[in-house]
């Protein structure tokens, strides 16, 4: 849901008067900053619906699959996205909903079966797992360039992924703030063509254990849709997450895609998210 889905752009850091703001300054390399700030702001349609087939696949082999309904409403740079389990009995299944108050803040609330009522999201709930898959709900979190110092590792990298190659920049990104995030930094491949990014891995650093991979994210398969306005949209049809300590992996198939339509403004609401009977 990623990180398909994390868009857009922001700035915060200000030339002040001060010595001490400026040091506070993200360092970046100019050429990976651009890069990433262009990842960002791809274009988005104004709404997009599409469904995601996910299969939790555990380290002894077993497979879970889910089926959700995606929703997404880009207005005045703003990102609103709504999500809901389809079941095989029609009865309601765990809903998410994350709406940006503002560039820089995303309200993520969550309601699964059982649970009383919906729960707001804190920033120690953003580095735990979404629904149980190997992927974290801060990827739900629009990404900023400005959320990380950048560096870039190579302009020309060549790599494969289901026989397929892809060229890309590979840049390295230090996370700013931690309070949303559990690893230390991230290595992104992102593909020249779409600037989509086709391979991450998050790792996480300490003394005490050294540098450690802990997951890594692939794009399995990109293609294109085309919105009901005619415009052409690049896409991933097809992503994973495995968690290199468990060996758990999520994979995701996004399918039935529907760009332009308009999508009912109750959807990204606290009522929606709320009601059990939609």
Same mark, same amino acid.
């Given at each position: 849901?990623?990180?398909?889905?994390?868009?857009?752009?922001?700035?915060?850091?200000?030339?002040?008067?001060?010595?001490?703001?400026?040091?506070?300054?993200?360092?970046?390399?100019?050429?990976?900053?651009?890069?990433?700030?262009?990842?960002?702001?791809?274009?988005?349609?104004?709404?997009?619906?599409?469904?995601?087939?996910?299969?939790?696949?555990?380290?002894?082999?077993?497979?879970?699959?889910?089926?959700?309904?995606?929703?997404?409403?880009?207005?005045?740079?703003?990102?609103?996205?709504?999500?809901? *389990?389809?079941?095989?009995?029609?009865?309601?299944?765990?809903?998410?909903?994350?709406?940006?108050?503002?560039?820089?803040?995303?309200?993520?609330?969550?309601?699964?079966?059982?649970?009383?009522? !919906?729960?707001?999201?804190?920033?120690?709930?953003?580095?735990?797992?979404?629904?149980?898959?190997?992927?974290?709900?801060?990827?739900?979190?629009?990404?900023? !360039?400005?959320?990380?110092?950048? *560096?870039?590792?190579?302009?020309?990298?060549?790599?494969?992924?289901?026989?397929?190659?892809?060229?890309?920049?590979?840049?390295?990104?230090? !996370?700013?703030?931690?309070?949303?995030?559990?690893?230390?930094? &991230?290595?992104?491949?992102? *593909?020249?063509?779409?600037?989509? !990014?086709?391979?991450?891995?998050?790792?996480?650093?300490?003394?005490?254990?050294?540098?450690?991979?802990? &997951?890594?994210? &692939?794009?399995?398969?990109?293609?294109?849709?085309?919105?009901?306005?005619?415009?052409?949209?690049?896409?991933?049809?097809?992503?994973?997450?495995?968690? *290199?300590?468990?060996?758990?992996?999520?994979?995701?198939?996004?399918?039935?895609?529907?760009?332009?339509?308009?999508?009912?403004?109750?959807?990204?609401?606290?009522?929606?998210?709320?009601?059990?009977?939609?």
């Amino acid at each position: 849901m990623i990180l398909c889905h994390f868009i857009g752009k922001k700035t915060f850091f200000f030339l002040s008067m001060t010595s001490l703001l400026l040091a506070a300054r993200p360092v970046h390399s100019d050429t990976a900053y651009h890069v990433t700030d262009v990842m960002c702001a791809s274009e988005r349609p104004d709404y997009k619906k599409e469904s995601l087939i996910i299969e939790n696949i555990g380290n002894d082999g077993a497979i879970i699959t889910k089926k959700f309904a995606l929703y997404e409403k880009n207005s005045d740079g703003l990102r609103n996205i709504a999500a809901e *389990e389809v079941t095989q009995t029609g009865k309601t299944g765990a809903k998410i909903l994350a709406l940006e108050k503002s560039p820089s803040k995303t309200e993520i609330t969550v309601n699964e079966p059982g649970m009383k009522s !919906p729960k707001k999201l804190s920033s120690s709930d953003m580095k735990k797992s979404a629904f149980g898959t190997t992927f974290l709900f801060n990827l739900l979190k629009k990404q900023s !360039p400005d959320d990380d110092n950048h *560096e870039m590792i190579s302009e020309k990298e060549k790599i494969n992924i289901n026989s397929k190659s892809y060229s890309c920049w590979k840049i390295k990104s230090v !996370p700013i703030s931690k309070t949303v995030v559990d690893y230390s930094y &991230r290595i992104t491949w992102i *593909e020249k063509e779409t600037h989509l !990014p086709v391979l991450i891995q998050f790792y996480s650093e300490s003394k005490k254990t050294g540098t450690v991979l802990l &997951r890594t994210f &692939r794009i399995e398969e990109l293609g294109s849709v085309t919105s009901t306005t005619g415009k052409s949209y690049d896409v991933w049809k097809q992503c994973s997450m495995k968690d *290199e300590t468990s060996g758990n992996i999520t994979k995701i198939h996004a399918d039935d895609f529907l760009f332009g339509n308009f999508i009912p403004e109750s959807i990204f609401t606290s009522s929606w998210i709320g009601n059990k009977n939609n």
